[in-house]
């Protein structure tokens, strides 16, 4: 799933084509990409037709459309989601899923999905302009309500992994896999140590990195390692050419030459430097 950086460069490029702009008419393809919608497909086209984009928001990894009088179109990317921006001629993509007409004519938003993980959804918006429906989803380190020392004190009073509580978007959001394990790296810490037995100015460190590593990633349009992920002109992002842990098992550490190690962790592999993040005492190679 497209982690904080690929969505913030999908979302500024939403903002650029269909900010102010009127939906004439949406086409859905079949019921999958309205399965979140759970009055179906022809309910949700026809509520979207006549509605103003107002604006173009994003919490973490959720990306919304605002769509006036508290309503919001949540647009989930899932695993291989894209938005892209197309003339009204150009052909359908293999995989199209729905199409955005607008009132001025101009350019069409499809939401072209080949997985088919990612779809659309109302929801009702609270008094901050987020949908009710992510609610539980905590502010991520670039959003105006992020309060980074009470984000330390969550993962302190944790008794998990710290990487496990980094993923936890109810305590952080918009910290997926990829960027977990580079602002472990960069902060030397092992993501299977314990958030509690670490102490505040390094768990705070920890965020500091993961802050600035998305950072450096939505400068290079994101990280993209095959061509599912794209922005709105379907180009991708060259943030993997820049990455210091996440799949360089066997290369070298930039730091002190140790080779990448390569370990599961929650169904994913994780990727540390064994000499720069010692394993904690009594956890077994994986």
Not at 21 to 42: C, F, M, N, Y
Not at 78 to 95: I, R, T
Not at 210 to 234: C, H, I, K, P, W
């Amino acid at each position: 799933m497209p982690e904080l950086p690929e969505v913030e460069v999908v979302r500024r490029g939403l903002e650029g084509h269909v900010l102010g702009r009127d939906i004439t008419s949406v086409e859905l393809r079949g019921a999958r990409v309205a399965r979140r919608h759970l009055p179906g497909p022809q309910d949700l086209a026809a509520r979207l037709a006549g509605r103003h984009v107002a604006a173009v928001r994003r919490r973490g990894k959720y990306l919304w459309l605002d769509l006036g009088d508290r309503l919001g179109l949540l647009l989930h990317l899932g695993m291989s989601g894209q938005l892209l921006v197309e003339d009204a001629g150009a052909p359908d993509e293999k995989h199209l899923h729905a199409r955005f007409r607008f009132a001025d004519g101009g350019p069409e938003l499809r939401f072209v999905d080949q997985r088919t993980f990612g779809g659309l959804a109302l929801s009702d918006l609270d008094d901050t302009g987020v949908p009710t429906a992510i609610a539980n989803i905590a502010p991520d380190p670039f959003d105006p309500g992020y309060d980074r020392a009470a984000v330390i004190r969550r993962i302190k009073a944790k008794d998990s992994a710290v990487k496990r509580v980094l993923l936890d978007q109810g305590v952080v959001s918009g910290i997926g896999n990829i960027y977990a394990d580079e602002a472990l790296w960069r902060a030397e810490v092992h993501g299977e140590r314990v958030s509690s037995a670490l102490t505040k100015p390094r768990i705070g460190a920890v965020l500091d990195h993961a802050t600035a590593v998305m950072a450096e990633a939505l400068g290079q349009g994101g990280t993209s390692f095959d061509a599912l992920y794209v922005n709105v002109n379907g180009a991708s992002g060259y943030f993997d050419r820049s990455l210091h842990a996440y799949g360089q098992a066997g290369r070298p550490c930039a730091r002190c030459g140790t080779p990448i190690r390569r370990e599961q962790f929650m169904n994913r592999s994780s990727f540390s430097c064994p000499r720069c993040q010692p394993r904690p005492r009594g956890l077994r190679p994986t």
